[in-house]
């Protein structure tokens, strides 16, 4: 049995008149992710994770931020590629986890549509996909509410 394993990281800002989404869900509240796609840093990290194990680059290297193809494009479509690229390898995923640092909203309430939504796309059961939520006391930019992070590991796995 081969593993192999790899980390996720993403950051962006908050702003008004966009969507709050987060592992696909579109949460009620009055600040959104600013991005060149949904800004869904949760499914960015996700994706980074992935693509890490294998050594296959980071999302930008396959949806470039300079590609009006990708404006306002749902990260679940690119998560769902990803998902694709990973498998074509002969590589299954062993399990996913992450953590939402955020101050506001509370995201609770959430998880459990995030995880169906990335089992889901990601062809895995739910409880292969961890998903937590903190704040950051109120320290840094993310404390300050200026935007929302995410990161991810995953596990890979193959005969
Ligand atoms: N945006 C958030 C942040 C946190 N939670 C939940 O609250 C718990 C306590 O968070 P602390 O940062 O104060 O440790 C945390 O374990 C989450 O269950 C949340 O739902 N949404
Ligand atoms: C998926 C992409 C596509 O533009 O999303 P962005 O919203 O630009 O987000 P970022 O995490 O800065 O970079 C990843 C991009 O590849």
């Known amino acids: 049995m081969n593993i192999r394993i790899g980390n996720g990281y993403d ?3 908050l702003g008004t008149q966009r969507r709050l989404i987060l592992g696909g869900v579109d949460i009620p509240h009055e600040l959104g ?3 060149h796609s949904d800004a ?12 890490g194990a294998l050594s296959l680059g980071d999302i930008g290297h396959y949806f470039p931020p300079d590609d009006p193809k990708w404006a306002g494009a749902d990260s679940l479509v690119l998560l769902s590629q990803v998902n694709q690229l990973v498998r074509s390898q002969g590589w299954q ?6 953590v939402i640092v955020a101050e506001r909203p509370k995201l609770k ?7 169906d939504r990335l089992s889901a796309t990601l062809e895995l059961k739910s409880d292969q ?3 937590k939520a903190t704040t950051n006391e109120k320290l840094g930019p ?5 935007g929302i992070a995410a ?9």
């Open 151 to 159: 990161y991810a590991v995953a596990l890979l796995v193959r005969d």
């Open 11 to 13: 950051i962006h800002k």
């Open 129 to 131: 996909i961890g998903i």
């Open 142 to 146: 993310v404390g300050r509410e200026e």
């Open 109 to 115: 309430p959430h998880i459990n549509t995030m995880r």
């Open 40 to 51: 869904d840093v949760l499914t960015h990290a996700i994706m980074d994770a992935m693509l």
């Open 93 to 98: 995923i062993g399990n996913i986890d992450s």
């Open 33 to 35: 992710l600013i991005g």
